[in-house]
C-alpha cells in the first residue's frame, strides 16, 4: 500500500460543476497537507497549503483535512474548463522535508 | 519575479551515459528539493538541501544519483552510467526557509534511449 492513495481518473464534469477530489494517507506523522495543480508538461502550481484538520476556503477552491480519517479533499466550486489539469495531493510530517505526493487526479472539465 | 529555473528542458542521452541537469532556485530561497516525476510511480522525492547543512539524501534511488548545489544557490543533479528506467521529468523546487511553500520549476524531461 502506497503512502498516499489518489484516484488517478480521469474525472470528466460540466462547466459550473462542483468537483471534489481526495486523497487518502496512511502516516498519521504527516501534518502539512497541500494540493499542487499540474498543467501538461509544466511544473506543479501550489493551490491550497493546510497544516490543521477542518476547512481552508481560497476562492472558489476549499481544502478540507481530516487527520482522524486521513483523508484530505479539494473542492472546486463553479468549475471553468481552465480547471482542465492534474491534480496532486501531497503532504509532509515536518514542512520543511521532502514532500510525499499522491500519483494526481487527471480532471476534465467539459465546456 | 523570476521562478524557478532548470535547464536543459528536454535531454536525450544513451543508456551508460552520465548527465547532468541544472537548478536555479529563486533568488533568497535557502531551501532547495529534486523531485522526479514518472508515469508509473508519480512525483518522487529524491533530495533536500537546507541552506549549509549537510543535505536529505533519503530519496535518491541508488549510488547512481548525486546532488551538489553551489554557494547555497545553484544546484546541478547528475546521473551516472544512465538506464532507462531514469526516463522521466526531473522537477526542481524552492522554498525561502524551512516549512515555506515549495515553488516548483519547470523540470527537464530526460529520455534514455
Known amino acids: 500500500q502506497k503512502e498516499v492513495e489518489q484516484d488517478p481518473g480521469p474525472l470528466s464534469v460540466p462547466e459550473g460543476a462542483i468537483v471534489s477530489l481526495n486523497c487518502t494517507y496512511s502516516?498519521?506523522?504527516?501534518?502539512?497537507f497541500m494540493w499542487y495543480r499540474q498543467y501538461s508538461r509544466k511544473g506543479p502550481e501550489l493551490l491550497m497549503y493546510?497544516?490543521?484538520?477542518g476547512n481552508k476556503e481560497d476562492g472558489r477552491f476549499t481544502a478540507q483535512v481530516d487527520k482522524s480519517s486521513k483523508y484530505i479533499s479539494l473542492f472546486i466550486r463553479d468549475s471553468q474548463p481552465s480547471d482542465s489539469a492534474t491534480y496532486l495531493c501531497?503532504?509532509?510530517?515536518?514542512?520543511?522535508?521532502?514532500?510525499?505526493f499522491g500519483k494526481g487526479t487527471h480532471l476534465i472539465i467539459q465546456p | 519575479g523570476a521562478g524557478v529555473s532548470q535547464s536543459p528542458s528536454n535531454k536525450v542521452t544513451e543508456k551508460g551515459k552520465d548527465v547532468e541537469l541544472r537548478c536555479d532556485p529563486i533568488s533568497g530561497h535557502t531551501a532547495l528539493y529534486w523531485y522526479r516525476q514518472s508515469l508509473g510511480q508519480g512525483l518522487e522525492f529524491l533530495i533536500y538541501?537546507?541552506?549549509?547543512?549537510?543535505?536529505?539524501k533519503s530519496g535518491l534511488p541508488s549510488d547512481r544519483f548525486s546532488a551538489e548545489r553551489t554557494g547555497g544557490s545553484v544546484s546541478t543533479l547528475t546521473i551516472q552510467r544512465t538506464q532507462q528506467e531514469d526516463s522521466a521529468v526531473y522537477l526542481c523546487a524552492s522554498s525561502l526557509g524551512k516549512a515555506d511553500t515549495q515553488y516548483f520549476g519547470p523540470g527537464t524531461r530526460l529520455t534514455v534511449l
Open positions: 538541501f537546507q541552506g549549509n547543512s549537510a543535505p536529505d
Open positions: 493546510t497544516y490543521s484538520s
Open positions: 502516516n498519521s506523522a504527516f501534518q502539512y
Open positions: 501531497a503532504m509532509s510530517v515536518g514542512g520543511a522535508d521532502g514532500l510525499t
